[in-house]
């Protein structure tokens, strides 16, 4: 089936080279955490188009949350700011189509980018950042995001 002698070495590459495999849960350092963290509040700079602004932080939080509970805390209020400012979004957007008024998007927007680089700066330096106006519609759970459910009722 292999067609190398036993006695011959294996590239690297060679996906039946022995050695220990990488482990993929590998302590972070903490600047590490803390641009991780960061990355989770930036997500809130892409709120000019709906949904895409809880991306960044549900990713960060689904591949990281077992590593750093300080970048699980961050990641998870960065995307319940983001559901906040999506429901603003759909509020302002509603408004933005009555004749007279508009322009509810973008200070919705402004409103996001704002507090998204004060909460990346915040992270940058190691400090915990909770976001004005947030609500707490998801919650660390046992195993996943969803664990809490969106709220403590059964």
Same mark, same amino acid.
């Given at each position: ?74 990641? $998870? ?20 189509? $009555? ?21 990346? $700066? ?10 004005? $106006? ?21």
């Amino acid at each position: 089936m292999n067609d190398q002698p036993a006695s011959q070495p294996r590239s690297p590459g060679d996906p039946s080279a022995s050695g220990p495999p990488a482990s993929p849960n590998l302590p972070l350092t903490r600047k590490e955490v803390h641009r991780w963290a960061a990355g989770a509040h930036l997500g809130g700079l892409l709120a000019w188009i709906p949904v895409v602004p809880l991306i960044p932080a549900g990713a960060i939080y689904a591949v990281y949350k077992d590593r750093s509970p300080y970048l699980r805390e961050q990641a $998870l209020e960065a995307l319940n700011f983001q559901i906040c400012v999506l429901l603003l979004w759909i509020l302002a957007s509603l408004i933005d189509k $009555l004749p007279i008024i508009y322009g509810f998007t973008f200070l919705v927007w402004l409103f996001s980018a704002f507090f998204a680089i004060i909460g990346a $700066l915040a992270a940058l330096r190691g400090r915990h950042f909770s976001y004005p $106006l947030s609500r707490q519609f998801l919650h660390a759970g046992n195993s996943h995001l969803w664990g809490g459910g969106l709220s403590n009722r059964r």
